[in-house]
């Protein structure tokens, strides 16, 4: 059973850094383009960031230079470093996997992903 788990969200100030984590089990994640969304209240769920099985990342405009997308192959765990936040930040990010079927659609786009984690509050005050 694929499972995808987030944890490392929570409250912090403006500037201040979070490192989120995604445990994956039931599959091999390096096998997978994996991907950070985001959804702020009363908002769309939006693409942060995508990781390729090369290990290539691409990032949405606003967290480049900012966020972080690594992954550690052994654990099956793939991490998001976030510095320098910004209250425009707080979301609830959610880890995605995309399977290899799911290739015509762009690389953030919710279309692209068919497994999704129940996701961790991220909370940036100014």
């Known amino acids: 059973q694929v499972q995808l788990v987030e944890s490392g969200g929570g409250s912090v100030q403006a500037g201040g850094s979070l490192r989120l984590s995604c445990a994956c089990s039931g599959f091999t994640s390096s096998s997978y383009r994996m991907a950070w969304f985001r959804q702020a209240p009363g908002k769309e769920r939006e693409g942060v960031a995508s990781?390729?099985?090369?290990?290539?990342?691409t990032y949405v405009d606003s967290v480049k230079g900012r966020f972080t997308f690594s992954r550690d192959n052994a654990k099956n765990t793939l991490y998001l470093q976030m510095n320098s936040l910004k209250p425009e930040d707080t979301a609830m990010y959610y880890c995605?996997?995309?399977?290899?079927?799911?290739?015509?659609?762009?690389?953030?786009?919710?279309?692209?992903?068919?497994?999704w984690g129940q996701g961790t509050q991220v909370t940036v005050s100014s």
């Open positions: 990781i390729g099985r090369d290990d290539s990342v």
């Open positions: 995605a996997a995309g399977s290899a079927g799911r290739v015509g659609y762009p690389l953030l786009s919710t279309s692209r992903y068919n497994y």
